[in-house]
C-alpha cells in the first residue's frame, strides 16, 4: 500500500521560504518520478514541479521558476520542495504525488498560507 506523506506547511510573510517534505512508502521510491501540485481555493490542481527518478532531471511550472527547487533523497525515500519568495497568489494546499504514466498516487496535502 502506497503512502505519502507530505508536512512541512504553514504560515508564512510574503518574501519567506519554507521547505515541505514528502514521506515515501509501499513503493520502491528510487524507481519513480514524483512530483509537487497545489490546489488554492476554488481553483483547480495545477503542476508546480516534478523531478524524475533519480533527481537529474526537473521541470518547474513558469509561476514558481527561480523560487522553488524541487529534490530527493532516496536513500530516505523523501522528497523535498524548497519553496522561497513565497507570494499571496502561492496560498494552497500542496500535494506530492507518483509519477507513473500520470499522477498515480497522491498525499493528503500540506496547507501553505502567505500572508502579511
Known amino acids: 500500500q502506497v503512502q505519502l506523506v507530505e508536512s512541512g506547511g504553514g504560515l508564512v510573510q510574503p518574501g519567506g521560504s519554507l521547505r515541505l517534505s514528502c514521506a515515501a512508502s509501499?513503493?520502491?521510491?528510487?524507481?519513480?518520478?514524483m512530483g509537487w501540485l497545489r490546489q488554492a481555493p476554488g481553483k483547480e490542481r495545477e503542476f508546480v514541479a516534478s523531478?524524475?527518478?533519480?533527481?537529474?532531471?526537473?521541470l518547474y511550472a513558469d509561476s514558481v521558476k527561480g523560487r522553488f527547487i524541487i529534490s530527493r533523497d532516496n536513500a530516505k525515500n523523501t522528497m523535498y520542495l524548497q519553496v522561497n519568495s513565497l507570494k499571496p497568489e502561492d496560498t494552497a494546499v500542496y500535494y506530492c504525488?507518483?509519477?507513473?504514466?500520470?499522477?498515480?498516487?497522491w498525499g493528503q496535502g500540506t496547507q501553505v498560507t502567505v500572508s502579511s
Open positions: 509501499g513503493l520502491t521510491f528510487s524507481n519513480y518520478g
Open positions: 504525488a507518483v509519477s507513473d504514466g500520470g499522477w498515480k498516487y
Open positions: 523531478i524524475n527518478y533519480n533527481g537529474v532531471g526537473t
